[in-house]
């Protein structure tokens, strides 16, 4: 086995583990999905350093070895319980340089099979970079529909699907913002480039005729224009069905997020469903406040998209069935 692999070959080997060694605040800005952090420089010690290095070089590097050794020292012993010297596993730092290239001499000399990320994250980050940047392989199917519809369903329900709304954590909505805090920009855009590497080889992919922005993420253009331009099939529900969704969805949330969302859309809903909505909300009448928003706000400004077929949601089982089957006969 190679020791030393750019990106794309890292990628491609089938690795037990990736080891980040990049410090706690460089990790969690975004990383390599599915690696884990081994830092052999925490915060702190990597600030120090590299405050030092632009005075006294020589130093600093002696200082940050010093660092370096205490730390792979510890993480030695945790490695030795999560991986085989039996299995590849893979390891990188920011650049490829000092830091991840003295873990990998210990973890080789040991006798481990460890693979090194030529180039490190940011080697990786270009790779994920000119990937989004280009018009991506897979034969798309897409969801289009009615707020409450059920089309998050169907795309969590189905195998080959690409949930946008689960990556940006954010169901696109004046109101979706739910689902907690966003990821970064570069954590949202290798959770994509992971997952569109993870469907190409899927007969097709499903997914949901998202707007291109999502809260504060915006998709990237050969995508977003790539899914558009697929097959769409229409999503019908009734608004019982669908009132019952948003409530089962939404049902929880703050008062404070309500308000600030109902201050977002008021200039799109007549005044009268906006207080009505409000009144709802306040006395407790979920159904309501589902309904009034669907009919007099959602359903008005949502924009009519020309489909290929439509097809009514009864249950999750038929209506992936009837998908497959559309799927099978428009791409074959």
């Given at each position: 086995?190679?020791?030393?692999?750019?990106?794309?070959?890292?990628?491609?080997?089938?690795?037990?583990?990736?080891?980040?060694?990049?410090?706690?605040?460089?990790?969690?800005?975004?990383?390599?999905?599915?690696?884990?952090?081994?830092?052999?420089?925490?915060?702190?010690?990597?600030?120090?350093?590299?405050?030092?290095?632009?005075t006294d070089s020589f130093k600093a590097k002696v200082l940050g070895a010093s660092f370096v050794s205490q730390n792979i020292a510890k993480h030695l012993l945790t490695l030795e319980t999560m991986v085989s010297p039996k299995k590849p596993f893979g390891i990188h730092c920011a650049r490829g340089g000092m830091r991840s290239r003295a873990f990998f001499m210990v973890l080789e000399a040991i006798g481990y099979q460890v693979v090194l990320l030529e180039g490190g994250y940011k080697a990786y980050r270009n790779e994920v970079l000119k990937y989004l940047d280009s018009f991506p392989p897979h034969r798309f199917v897409t969801l289009v529909g009615q707020t409450g519809s059920g089309k998050s369903e169907i795309i969590q329900g189905f195998r080959d699907s690409l949930d946008i709304e689960g990556i940006a954590k954010h169901l696109g909505s004046s109101f979706g913002a739910i689902c907690g805090e966003q990821p970064s920009v570069k954590s949202f855009?290798?959770?994509?480039?992971?997952?569109?590497?993870?469907?190409?080889?899927?007969?097709?992919?499903?997914?949901?005729?998202?707007?291109k922005k999502l809260g504060n993420l915006i998709l990237p253009t050969p995508l977003y224009q790539s899914y558009q331009k697929a097959p769409k099939i229409l999503i019908v529900a009734p608004l019982e069905q669908r009132v019952q969704r948003i409530?089962?969805?939404?049902?929880?949330?703050?008062?404070?997020?309500?308000?600030?969302?109902?201050?977002?859309?008021?200039p799109f809903m007549k005044k009268e469903f906006w207080y009505e909505a409000k009144k709802a909300f306040y006395v407790g009448d979920l159904m309501?406040?589902?309904?009034?928003?669907?009919?007099?706000?959602?359903?008005?400004?949502?924009?009519?998209?020309?489909?290929?077929?439509?097809?009514?949601?009864?249950?999750?089982?038929?209506?992936?069935?009837e998908i497959e089957a559309f799927a099978r006969e428009f791409y074959n």
């Open positions: 086995m190679t020791k030393i692999i750019p990106p794309n070959s890292f990628l491609n080997q089938d690795l037990s583990l990736i080891i980040d060694v990049r410090s706690p605040r460089e990790y969690a800005e975004s990383h390599i999905v599915g690696a884990q952090n081994f830092p052999v420089l925490n915060d702190e010690e990597h600030q120090q350093i590299g405050t030092l290095y632009r855009q290798n959770l994509l480039f992971a997952r569109l590497k993870d469907l190409e080889n899927a007969p097709f992919v499903l997914v949901e005729g998202e707007s409530v089962a969805q939404y049902g929880k949330i703050s008062l404070q997020f309500f308000e600030d969302s109902m201050q977002k859309i008021s309501r406040v589902a309904e009034i928003l669907l009919v007099e706000y959602y359903d008005k400004v949502y924009k009519k998209e020309s489909y290929v077929c439509a097809i009514s949601y009864q249950n999750l089982s038929q209506v992936i069935t």
